[in-house]
């Protein structure tokens, strides 16, 4: 009588777990795209393995890009996707923390922007599922401790001079 009880449990929690693991969508980073295995790092956290809310000290200790400015509130680094791609990422703190990322990603080659620009709708969406279109740019809504709401957008554009220009954006509000 155990026996048969205790098989069911062990099978039920097999099924709980797969159904819990199925949820989610997103692949392995490097499945979108070398590029945006490079600028994402990790799938944990709100982008970069970073949480909203987190310290300065905190988010200096997780980030591996080269940090090239900062301030008590403030944080900017520089980093490179290959020989003539780069990206900068911004971040702003207030008393609660994290609040703001910005990611600006400037490539030579039209053709590859595209390509990240569409990896990064991919793996968006897989992560915080269907996005909304305003105006130029796509728009995901999410929730992190301690916020009312965050929003995540991203833009994509041809530059004058050739080539493409990505930005995403998180914002979360008090």
Request: hydrophobic residues 35%; aromatic residues 12%.
């Amino acid at each position: 009588m155990f026996k048969n009880a205790y098989i069911k449990i062990i099978l039920l929690a097999i099924v709980v777990a797969t159904l819990i693991a199925s949820c989610s969508n997103v692949k392995d980073l490097n499945e979108y795209s070398p590029e945006l295995e490079k600028l994402v790092v990790s799938t944990e956290g709100i982008f970069r393995g970073i949480e909203l809310g987190m310290s300065l000290d905190k988010v200096k200790e997780k980030e591996t890009a080269v940090l090239s400015d900062e301030s008590t509130d403030y944080l900017y680094y520089d980093a490179t996707l290959n020989e003539s791609d780069y990206y900068t990422i911004n971040y702003y703190f207030s008393e609660k923390g994290l609040y703001e990322i910005t990611i600006d990603v400037y490539q030579d080659i039209t053709a590859n922007a595209l390509s990240l620009r569409n990896a990064l709708e991919t793996f968006l969406t897989d992560k915080y599922g269907k996005s909304k279109t305003k105006d130029d740019y796509l728009l995901w809504e999410t929730d992190a401790k301690g916020f009312k709401k965050v929003e995540i957008s991203l833009f994509g554009e041809e530059r004058d001079e050739g080539g493409g220009f990505i930005s995403i954006s998180i914002i979360a509000y008090e």
